[in-house]
């Protein structure tokens, strides 16, 4: 079974400072990686994804991740964050089940503060 | 751009009665998925379903549960007898099949109050 960490609960950063957040995961076989972001009030939203190939994936609004397989690791970065980027956001994973389904596995999320 | 819809967006009900919740897949995506999100906690997996059979579920999907594709085109979660524990947020989620399976959209979700 697949399990996914995130190792920050609330983060509170000033406005332009830069972003890290920690994801990793366990599971024995090739899994697809992605980060989804939650506004105040909405639904979940496809922030970046990782299949195959190059472990440096660019998404939506400036953010990035690298896949290192070595560490299990998938973690999500900004340079510089704005005050729109307040939400929380999910690390999450899948791999075919065997039932041919893709069923997501999801971290507990970690809430970003931005401070104008 | 193709979305995934659902209704209604919040419903609020008394334990012990019923509900269905209503999910509009993309219209050519092939596999579908229900997911809750328990207010403060992370989105947790429910049930897939494909070709009018659930293909994997959760230990939190119980008897009490169940999913039905009525018309092609809806795809429902019945709560037949709801808990207080119920109360949460249900996404739908829907994927095309072959590689696209990998990435799914998600509705806006549904929230239940169970009173």
């Known amino acids: 079974a697949q399990s996914v960490s995130q190792h920050n609960h609330h983060v509170i950063l000033s406005e332009a400072a830069s972003l890290e957040l920690g994801c990793n995961y366990s599971?024995?076989?090739?899994?697809?990686l992605f980060w989804y972001v939650q506004y105040p009030g909405q639904h979940l939203q496809l922030l970046l994804k990782y299949f195959s190939g190059d472990p440096l994936v660019k998404g939506i609004k400036g953010f990035e991740a690298e896949f290192i397989k070595s560490k299990f690791s998938f973690n999500l970065r900004k340079p510089s964050v704005q005050w729109s980027d307040t939400a929380e956001y999910f690390c999450?994973?899948?791999?075919?089940?065997?039932?041919?389904?893709?069923?997501?596995?999801f971290g507990k999320g970690t809430k970003l503060s931005v401070i104008p | 751009e193709p979305e995934v819809t659902q209704t209604p967006s919040h419903q609020v009900t008394q334990m012990g009665q019923e509900v269905i919740l209503r999910c509009v897949p993309i219209s050519n995506h092939l596999y579908f998925y229900w997911y809750r999100q328990i207010l403060g906690q992370k989105v947790e997996f429910l049930v897939s379903?494909?070709?009018?059979?659930?293909?994997?579920k959760s230990e939190i999907f119980d008897d009490q549960f169940s999913v039905e594709r009525p018309d092609g085109s809806n795809f429902t979660l019945k709560i037949r007898s709801t808990k207080l524990e119920d109360s949460a947020m249900y996404f739908c989620a829907s994927t095309t099949s072959g590689q696209g399976r990998k990435e799914q959209y998600f509705g806006p979700g549904t929230r239940l109050t169970v009173t």
């Open positions: 379903f494909y070709n009018n059979e659930i293909s994997e």
């Open positions: 999450a994973v899948n791999a075919n089940s065997g039932a041919g389904s893709y069923q997501l596995t």
């Open positions: 599971y024995g076989g090739t899994v697809n």
